[in-house]
Structure formats: structure tokens, C-alpha cells
């Protein structure tokens, strides 16, 4: 993404991040997701927060 950052919306659903947002700017729009810095928790592998399915 480049160029300054238009539009910011708010995503709305069943999210696993704190924050979940879509920027709009120059070069197009570009979803982004993360956690807030005062929630930081230690990295967990996809097998870890993910059930398996039978």
C-alpha cells in the first residue's frame, strides 16, 4: 500500500484479532488485523488456535 490513508472502516464479524479494519488509499484498499499493543500475548502456531476437524 502507498500513499495516504483515504478511508478507514471498521470490520465488523467473527474476528480472532483486536482490531480488524479496512484502509483505503492511493494504491487501493488493503484489509488489515492485529491486536492492540497493550495485549500483546507470545505467537501460537495455527495448529494451536485452530480445531482440527475429524
Do not use: C, N, W, Y
Amino acid at each position: 500500500m502507498t500513499g495516504a490513508v483515504r478511508q478507514a472502516a471498521t470490520v465488523v464479524g467473527r474476528m480472532t484479532s483486536g482490531i480488524t479494519s479496512v484502509l483505503e488509499a492511493g494504491s487501493g484498499s488493503v484489509f488489515v488485523k492485529g491486536v492492540p499493543a497493550d495485549h500483546l500475548q507470545p505467537p501460537r502456531s495455527a495448529a494451536t488456535r485452530t480445531r482440527t476437524v475429524p
